[in-house]
């Protein structure tokens, strides 16, 4: 199993950086190339959502990008440091991952981003769990490989 770990500061243009490695990291692993421009998509979407939780939230710690490549899977976890109590219910249109349970001074998200960002990654790609707690959330999203893609 090789593991790549991003860390960068909550800036909007970091995030350009992050989908770059993180489609360079899943050809590597063997990510078909049709599935490449999902991942760019998808993973651009996770930091973005992470980079404005951060900055609507006063959070100065940096977002973390994990790119885990294993015999069958390619995952890549985004991660943030805004606290929430827990993962909501699905909401009506099935897409989870509101943070409750946070204090309305700690988090800002009248305007739906949260869910709207969520929706995006759900639409891009089939294997997606959100998680959220205490020590902030993560949106893990996973991909199969082809062994017979992987560059040697």
Known sequence: ???VELRFS???EHVR???LVAAAVARR????EAALDEVRLAVGEACSRAVGLHRSNDVVTPIRVVLT???KTFSIEVGDEVP???VAAA???GVPGARDAAPAEDFDDADGEDEMGLAVIRGLVDDVEVSAGQDGGTIRMTWPVSSADVLS
């Not at 692993?29 to 078909?32: K, P, R, Y």
């Open 17 to 19: 950086t992050a989908r």
């Open 29 to 32: 692993a063997g990510v078909g």
């Open 10 to 12: 909550a800036q909007p």
């Open 69 to 71: 490549e294993e015999e």
């Open 1 to 3: 199993m090789a593991t």
């Open 91 to 93: 909401d009506a249109a």
């Open 84 to 86: 929430g109590a827990g």
